[in-house]
């Protein structure tokens, strides 16, 4: 292209974009979409995990199937995610027919848009374009943020720190917040050859991500599809001993329910090197975005924090719920919502008043974050009467008004 493409910002609160693809790359492109408030139509006779979440959750409209021209009726943007030149042409036939602006991950020649190397910092946004070079974007981008961040300029292009290559980074990306990923964790991200992906983690952090990375969808959708543990650890191991710099990043914290101990060992069994960097977790950061402290002067000295994806009464279930009704302290309870009242009920029948304040909070620190206050004895039915969905965390104990004034 001879002529400078002419920079603007799109305002697509509320209005259509239509994403043709269900694989990485949409992935990576669809939670920048919705933060900024698009209507997104999804058009993919397949998709990957963490897009089938977000379809579940009803954050964006699916059509399982191949791509028609009247999907773009009404569309204001739309970005092609596929890797067949055939059908990514016609879906720019389809989108000049209308006067809709075409970006194509296929073919950035053939794009009237094209997608720029974006780096958030609270309401500023800045967006490079490398003139078509999306290194030299990623590299400008990356400069500008270090900048911004007050923290060293990046790596200059092609060099990495001496010993990077051929290690796992397990890295915890916090509980959505896309800023609370730690320093180091967003720069080992930044230095990664390969990003094997949970569900739970910001979806802005892949938007951000250098086009040659390779980005493995491990999503575990809770009593859903999901990849088999083995299979994500040789993944790692396999793409290690290939000389990558791997990056496993997860929601929360590695070592809280992250599995981030079984994956360690599986590195190290084959000799894999592997560093930890811890992340924010959403049992305290969950209730903090809530206003909801886990300890608090006079009120509670000690936390615990359990899984409820099992219930009580199962037998492969590692948590004494007795004991924990008889604690004066706060209870936070992770992925409990599921059996959120056999949980309640056992605890009251074990001592902990029914009257005791509780709390959930879903999807906390995150645009879509709710917030729902009762008490042990009624939570787990006005949880369900307010359709609170996973991920949510459940807290219990008189921290929950602690706050409150």
């Known amino acids: ?75 204001w943007l739309v970005q092609v995610a596929i890797d067949d030149p055939v059908a990514a042409e016609s879906v720019t036939v389809a989108a000049a027919e209308r006067r809709i602006f075409c970006v194509r991950a296929d073919d950035r020649t053939a794009a009237t848009a094209w997608t720029p190397a974006v780096t958030r910092h609270g309401p500023v946004t800045v967006a490079v374009l490398g003139g078509g070079d999306p290194r030299r974007a990623m590299t400008v981008r990356d400069a500008i943020r270090d900048l911004l961040d007050a923290r060293r300029p990046a790596a200059p292009e092609g060099t990495r720190p001496e010993g990077v290559r051929g290690r796992v980074a397990l890295v915890g990306s916090g509980p959505g917040d896309p800023e609370l990923i730690t320093v180091r964790g967003w720069r080992l991200l930044t230095e990664a050859d390969v990003v094997v992906a949970d569900r739970l983690v910001p979806g802005l952090l892949l938007d951000e991500l250098r086009p040659d990375v390779e980005l493995v969808d491990a999503s575990k959708i809770p009593y859903g599809p999901s990849r088999a543990q083995e299979e994500i650890n040789q993944i790692l191991v396999d793409r290690a001993l290939a000389g990558a710099s791997v990056v496993r990043l997860k929601g929360g914290d590695p070592y809280v329910f992250g599995r981030g101990g079984e994956e360690l060992l599986a590195c190290a069994a084959a000799g894999v090197p592997v560093t930890v960097v811890p992340g924010v977790t959403s049992s305290i950061a969950g209730p903090a975005a809530a206003g909801i402290p886990v300890t608090h002067r006079g009120v509670a000295h000690e936390f615990t924090v359990v899984s409820g994806h099992l219930a009580p009464d199962s037998p492969a279930s590692l948590v004494r719920w007795e004991a924990l009704a008889g604690l004066r302290g706060t209870l936070v309870i992770l992925m409990g919502l599921k059996n959120l009242a056999a949980i309640a009920a056992t605890l009251i029948a074990h001592g902990r008043p029914p009257e005791t304040p509780a ?47």
């Open 1 to 75: 292209m001879s002529a400078s493409p002419y920079p603007l910002g799109l305002r697509l609160d509320g209005r259509r974009v239509v994403v043709v693809g269900g694989g990485a790359v949409a992935t990576r492109r669809v939670p920048a979409l919705l933060d900024a408030g698009a209507d997104v139509l999804l058009v993919a006779p397949e998709l990957t995990p963490a897009l089938r979440a977000r379809a579940d959750a009803g954050r964006l409209r699916w059509a399982p199937r191949r791509f028609a021209p009247d999907d773009l009726d009404g569309a």
């Open 359 to 405: 709390a959930v909070v879903q999807e906390a620190t995150t645009g879509a974050q709710r917030v729902l206050r009762s008490t042990l004895g009624a939570v787990a039915g006005d949880a369900l009467a307010a359709d609170l969905r996973p991920p949510a965390v459940v807290v219990v104990g008189d921290v929950v008004g602690a706050l409150d004034g």
